[in-house]
């Protein structure tokens, strides 16, 4: 399969900095040069070195709440946090010491005492970064045993058709939090209440369903635990591989990871390096991709001489000459104007360019137009008032950063 | 959704034609809110959102992160006893419990009848005069257990 | 003429009967036909005398206190107004030597004018240094704020002059003064009691930070269980608009300035500055990750000065007598004065403004008398709530940031809180871990669950004395995440008095002399 792609993407914690400007440091005794403003983190991982982290996330501004991206800097006090630590010409870091071991022991013994111990059973198993920094940093005890003040008995939120919201299994990593003002920019989830009493709620701590929550699923795409959990993985378990595509629902050409096991679709995940979605997606391509595989869905071309005949399978071949031989029919009979075409706010720009070369190259009329001129007029406006035309053919990149040419 | 009576409505709206210009003054207008109704109606999170630009989650969670906010109606009379380090260099542990034991409730809860609500504070700045507490919204320091009975009496009868 | 008669407005007075001690002393002296003046001054700081009642005699205070207003008509029938003795009798106020050994720079009006008087402000060299700082440029401003080596009261102890020198190089369009006033240690007050009895001088410091980083908005975040600071200050900023010395063209020097009074809202947290500035925003009070500062993004994302409250009140002295005057004052890095305040279980419990180098044992013997309960003191805790415990024999410590750092101690905000030999060590540990979990902003893990835990494990210690060696050792390794991985001082600086309980006072944990080494 050409299109293979790794399961799980390299997280380099912290975004990317833009920076033409660089700096060079060392760490761990290796000297490595990155853009001016770049993270320790992510100036460790360019190093190949990976820095424990639960709560930072490079589709994310860094936090530093989870306090185990700890590390050692020359000549300066205490233990700054590589995440929102930026980097500096000429410092001399160093991720792994004995004493930073014992630290991060200690920060991850505190968080495994508010976390059910239910790994071999949990939908994330294999897919969890707390188990996989529970491992890293070599924890073997909670000594704080498991009857203090703990979260294990909440109830978890089944409301939403696509995920659960599992709170029993939060961290409180604010992630999802992040991710809905950062990614989405729904604000639908904050933290209620404080303190050991912090939780991750929709709206006024109310269900998923009931909230201002749009299911766009960028929440569940950054959890690293299985507190917000896609349902298909928790039925059917994690995926075996990953298949790059482009989502079908509409023209913007989202990227996306198809997550499989075997030949099935596991999970949609929107693809980091996708030019018109940078690892975003929408509640469409995100969780409803059920059609993928459902038994109405169209595999062959099918034509009917009439609305009321059945309909026939048949080779690509007879049904273009068909449709072809049908439209000269149609316009012999009626005049050149008799037919057009529209195009689907689905389609992309190219299909619709083609479309119109249809129109006008063999049809030989003007009547074309597309549905999105209607359905989409809102976009179309707000695009022509801010770049000059509505057409929206532009990666995020471009937009970040234009050049006048 | 429930809506708000028309009091509430009147204090919500009151409060937002005061606040709803000036920068960053989500907590002026709780307050102001809260010091007119005594609590800020669950109900009124969405107007409150949406006259501010927030979404409802926003605006929750801000109410749940300040002690101070609170949601439900308060007791008739509230009783707030300084628990912090200088006044329990001065008493107030044993203090509580006379307050705790003279109203039938304990600290961090209220009467049954919601007559009274017995809260903890953590410093009134009268560290130098505890055992010190705020009683219906006026400060007492230097509180013996008899000053303290004796206050409790009077509210009682009032 | 009449006679006056000053009885205090600030609220340790108000909180034990001042309002009710002026009525009575109205009611006797109109009963009596007698023509008097009452002023509602501020408090000298001798807390334990409040209400303390003064009568201005042939050109000088004379005090009573602490008066009730039982006590009043025996006053009268003793001639107080003419300075007569009675059993309440001070004496010269002035000459007490409370006030007679003090240094005071900031608290140098406290007691004395009228907190509301523009005209009695201005009396007492009010507006000296705003006006020293108006013919001045910004940069030699923060010159003089650098030479006086004024550090933040806050705690924290960071040179004021660097903060104001990177707010002014930094370029914006708008820049702010923001005081953090939400002062929440307990055994802590000198800002309540300067918002109370000098709300002037801190607009003033507040004007010339202004004038010298080129802010033209402040905001005084003022923590909600001070109603009475909120109110003065309020009215302050109100008359000092009025007069002239806020606004778009203070004194005629074509410089803006405008004040906003913020309440707080519960939130021990919001006394750090970046979790402030949240709360400004109209956020929830989390701590923000620094880099970046401040100073350089700040308050809606401007470059900000953020500065406690007795940090600000220092400018105009220190701008009207020139930084060498202040700088004068103190020991080692630790320059001019702090005012001390003894609370707790002490006699002579109140405020306290000496140079950083007086003893912890100078203050709590010489000014505060010892214990009340005149029980032995067995611990002080110094600097708020999360300030070691220093046992007696640490008491020698001269009080200057470095030197009771050495001796794992922590200034603070300058409050000491002294506790007789019936205090259980390990209950005030157990304590300290409650109230961070109570407090905690839930934002880092080490404080957000480490305080909880915390808790727990010191409950465990307190009920199972043969498990105390292995749960204390527990105790440090936690107190060890909390102090090297929080994000914030709650987080890191609770493990200061649980430690330090535990270092000083092993026994109160169960510990015997093996088991504590053993821990």
Not at chain 3, 241 to 254: A, C, P, Q
Not at chain 3, 488 to 506: E, Q
């Amino acid at each position: 399969m050409d299109n293979n792609y790794p399961l799980h993407d390299i997280d380099y914690g912290t975004p990317k900095s833009v920076s033409e400007k660089t700096v060079t440091l060392e760490i761990d005794g290796f000297e490595v040069t990155v853009p001016q403003g770049t993270s320790l983190m992510r100036a460790a991982v360019v190093a190949g070195t990976q820095i424990p982290k639960l709560c930072a996330t490079d589709s994310l501004e860094p936090f530093g709440s989870c306090r185990l991206c700890l590390v050692e800097i020359e000549g300066r006090k205490g233990f700054p946090a590589s995440c929102t630590t930026p980097a500096e010409a000429g410092m001399v870091v160093r991720t792994q010491t004995p004493h930073l071991a014992e630290l991060r022991r200690g920060v991850m013994e505190l968080y495994i005492s508010d976390h059910p111990l239910d790994c071999l059973t949990c939908a994330a198993n294999g897919d969890c970064e707390l188990q996989d920094m529970a491992g890293v940093v070599g924890l073997r005890d909670v000594r704080y045993g498991y009857q203090g003040l703990n979260h294990l008995k909440d109830q978890a939120d089944t409301s939403n058709p696509y995920f659960t919201y599992d709170p029993s299994k939060c961290i409180v990593c604010n992630r999802c939090v992040r991710a809905c003002e950062e990614t989405q920019g729904t604000f639908a989830l904050t933290i209620s209440g404080r303190g050991f009493e912090s939780r991750v709620s929709a709206s006024e701590s109310q269900p998923f369903m009931d909230s201002e929550c749009v299911s766009c699923g960028a929440c569940v795409n950054v959890c690293p635990t299985a507190t917000l959990m896609e349902k298909t993985v928790i039925e059917a378990g994690q995926p075996d591989h990953s298949v790059l595509t482009t989502c079908a629902y509409c023209g913007v050409g989202c990227g996306f990871k198809a997550d499989m096991k075997g030949s099935e679709v596991v999970r949609m995940t929107p693809w980091k390096d996708g030019k018109a979605n940078e690892g975003h997606a929408c509640i469409k391509g995100r969780f409803a991709w059920g059609y993928a595989t459902h038994k109405d869905r169209i595999l062959k071309p099918m034509i009917r001489k009439h609305i009321t005949d059945p309909w026939q399978e048949v080779s690509w071949e007879t049904a273009i000459n068909h449709a072809a031989s049908e439209f000269r029919r149609i316009q012999a009979e009626s005049g050149v104007d008799s037919i057009g075409g529209i195009t689907s706010s689905r389609c992309t720009n190219e299909e619709s360019y083609l479309v119109q070369k249809l129109v006008r190259a063999a049809f030989r009329n003007n009547n074309v137009d597309t549905c999105a001129r209607v359905c989409h007029s809102p976009t179309g406006y707000g695009l022509g008032q801010t770049y000059g035309t509505s057409a929206g053919t532009q990666t995020f990149k471009s937009v970040e950063k234009p050049t006048s040419s | 959704m429930n809506s708000m009576t028309a009091r509430e409505a009147q204090a919500v709206e009151a409060a937002l034609s005061r606040f709803q210009d000036e920068q960053g003054a989500l907590l002026p207008l709780l307050h102001a809110v809260q010091d007119t109704l005594g609590y800020i109606p669950k109900q009124a999170t969405p107007t409150i959102a949406s006259a501010f630009n927030l979404s409802r989650a926003e605006v929750h969670g801000v109410i749940t992160y300040y002690h101070h906010f609170r949601q439900t109606e308060p007791a008739q009379h509230k009783l707030a006893l300084c628990q912090a380090e200088a006044c329990q260099a001065r008493g107030c542990r044993s203090l509580t419990e006379k307050a705790e034991a003279a109203l039938g409730c304990n600290l961090g809860e209220h009467t049954k009848d919601n007559r009274w609500e017995l809260e903890p504070v953590y410093c009134l700045g009268l560290c130098a005069s505890g055992p010190a507490m705020e009683l219906d919204g006026k400060l007492y320091a230097r509180v013996t257990p008899e000053r303290l009975e004796s206050l409790i009496r009077k509210k009682e009868l009032s | 003429m009449s006679v006056k008669i000053y009885v205090p407005r600030d609220s340790a007075a108000l909180a034990v009967g001042a309002d009710e001690v002026a009525q009575a002393i109205e009611q006797q002296a109109t009963a009596r036909g007698i023509a008097i003046d009452l002023v509602r001054n501020s408090s000298r700081g001798l807390l334990w005398l409040e209400p303390l009642v003064e009568v201005a005699v042939g050109g000088q205070r004379l005090a009573y206190g602490p008066v009730t207003p039982e006590a009043v008509e025996s006053l009268f029938e003793a001639g107080f107004l003419t300075g007569k003795t009675h059993p309440l009798a001070v004496g010269p106020i002035e000459a007490h030597p409370y006030l007679k050994n003090q240094e005071r720079l900031t608290f140098v009006r406290a007691g004395i004018t009228d907190p509301l008087s523009l005209e009695d402000y201005q009396a007492h060299e009010g507006f000296a240094g705003l006006r020293a700082a108006l013919a001045l440029s910004p940069a030699d401003i923060v010159q003089q704020i650098l030479d006086s080596g004024l550090r933040g009261r806050g705690g924290a102890g960071f040179p004021a002059g660097i903060k104001w020198k990177t707010v002014l190089q930094t370029n914006a369009d708008q820049k702010y003064v923001v005081v953090n006033a939400d002062e929440g240690d307990s055994g802590t007050f000198a800002d309540r009691m300067v918002m109370e009895g000098d709300p002037f001088m801190l607009i003033e410091g507040m004007i010339i930070a202004g004038i010298a980083v080129g802010a033209t908005r402040g905001y005084v975040y003022i923590r909600s269980e001070y109603p009475d600071a909120i109110f003065v200050m309020e009215e302050a900023v109100r008359r000092a608009t009025t007069g002239g010395f806020l606004g778009k063209n203070i004194l005629g020097s074509g410089k803006a300035f405008h004040i906003v009074i913020r309440k707080a809202a519960g939130s021990y947290v919001c006394g750090e500055e970046t979790a402030l500035l949240e709360s400004l925003e109209g956020k929830r009070g989390i701590v923000r990750a620094k880099p970046p500062l401040p100073a350089i993004v700040g308050l809606f994302g401007k470059p900000t000065v953020i500065n406690n409250v007795l940090t600000l009140a220092a400018a105009p002295y220190i701008l009207s007598h020139g930084p060498k005057v202040y700088a004068d004052f103190g020991m080692g890095r630790s320059r001019g004065t702090l005012p001390f305040q003894l609370a707790g279980n002490i006699r002579h419990g109140g405020l306290v403004e000496k140079a950083f180098g007086v003893t912890a044992r100078q203050l709590i013997e010489d000014f505060g008398g010892g214990t009340e309960s005149g029980r032995p003191l067995r611990a002080v805790q110094i600097g708020g709530p999360l300030g070691a415990y220093l046992p007696d024999s640490l008491l020698d410590t001269p009080m200057d940031y470095e030197a009771l750092a050495a001796k794992g101690g922590v200034l603070g905000h300058g409050g000491l809180v002294v506790f007789d030999d019936t205090v259980d060590m390990a209950e005030q540990a157990r304590y300290a871990m409650e109230f961070c979990a109570i407090e905690s902003c839930g934002k880092c893990t080490p404080c957000r669950i480490g305080s909880t835990r915390g808790e727990e494990v010191i409950q465990h210690i307190q009920a199972k004395p043969a498990e105390a060696g292995a749960h204390a050792k527990l105790l440090r390794d936690l107190c060890s995440t909390m102090v090297n991985g929080s994000l914030c001082a709650m987080g890191s600086m609770t493990p200061y008095p649980v430690l330090s309980a535990l270092d000083h006072f092993p026994e109160d944990f169960n510990l015997t002399a093996e088991t504590h080494k053993a821990a």
